[in-house]
T-cell receptor, first 115, second 116 residues
Framework: DTAVSQTPKYLVTQMGNDKSIKCEQN?????MYWYKQDSKKFLKIMFS???????INETVPNRFSPKSPDKAHLNLHINSLELGDSAVYFCASSQAYGTAFSEQYFGPGTRLTVT | AQTVTQSQPEMSVQEAETVTLSCTYD???????LFWYKQPPSRQMILVIR??????QNATENRFSVNFQKAAKSFSLKISDSQLGDAAMYFCAYTKYGGSQGNLIFGKGTKLSVKP
């Protein structure tokens, strides 16, 4: 059983388009995250979200928005895509937020290519 | 702001030998967690080992062990008896204990090659 899944795994699109990446976890976790890994392999948090609180990294453009229809899903919507948005996007989840250690489980990543 | 620094962009080790990957971090917190993640070519992020800052004993997981120096803010990973399957990107990561953020802060990674 896949713990954290993302769809699609690969996404190629043109500048200016709007796209979404879906994330689902079947672990019953309370908190989900989105990370961006750039072309130099640097990983950076974009959002963390539980059922009460959304924390946005201030460096994330407002073209990016997380949407959570329920606790098991955290989708990433990106408007007006730019070349610099090309990256691998990872979804992750963990049991609790800001408590004792809770391992983050990562999805397989979505490679987004903007042409 | 917390930062994590990995000063070795690339490392190489002979199969069956031992290699140490370096990581330093900066934080004003006294309670936190440190991690090493492995990212093979498959792209999947795999947790290798973790260390709670309040524990003085260094963590070990089979062939993987850490040297945690809290005062020096150093957290190195030692891989013993290196295997071909250890070839990957290795990321050092930090997260604050408690509070409102469970976000991982990553270093820029070290690419480890294993020579047969």
């Amino acid at each position: 059983d896949t713990a954290v899944s993302q769809t699609p795994k690969y996404l190629v699109t043109q500048m200016g388009n709007d796209k979404s990446i879906k994330c689902e976890q079947n672990l019953g976790h309370d908190t989900m995250y989105w990370y961006k890994q750039d072309s130099k392999k640097f990983l950076k948090i974009m959002f963390s979200y539980n059922n009460k609180e959304l924390i946005i990294n201030e460096t994330v453009p407002n073209r990016f928005s997380p949407k959570s229809p329920d606790k098991a899903h955290l989708n990433l919507h990106i408007n007006s895509l730019e070349l610099g948005d090309s990256a691998v996007y990872f979804c992750a989840s963990s049991q609790a937020y800001g408590t004792a250690f809770s391992e983050q489980y990562f999805g397989p990543g979505t490679r987004l290519t903007v042409t | 702001a917390q930062t994590v620094t990995q000063s070795q962009p690339e490392m190489s080790v002979q199969e069956a030998e031992t290699v140490t990957l370096s990581c330093t971090y900066d934080t004003s917190e006294s309670d936190y967690y440190l991690f090493w993640y492995k990212q093979p070519p498959s792209r999947q992020m795999i947790l290798v080992i973790r260390q709670e800052a309040y524990k003085q004993q260094n963590a070990t997981e089979n062939r993987f062990s850490v040297n945690f120096q809290k005062a020096a803010k150093s957290f190195s990973l030692k891989i013993s008896d290196s295997q071909l399957g250890d070839a990957a990107m290795y990321f050092c990561a930090y997260t604050k204990y408690g509070g409102s953020q469970g976000n991982l802060i990553f270093g820029k990674g070290t690419k480890l090659s294993v020579k047969p």
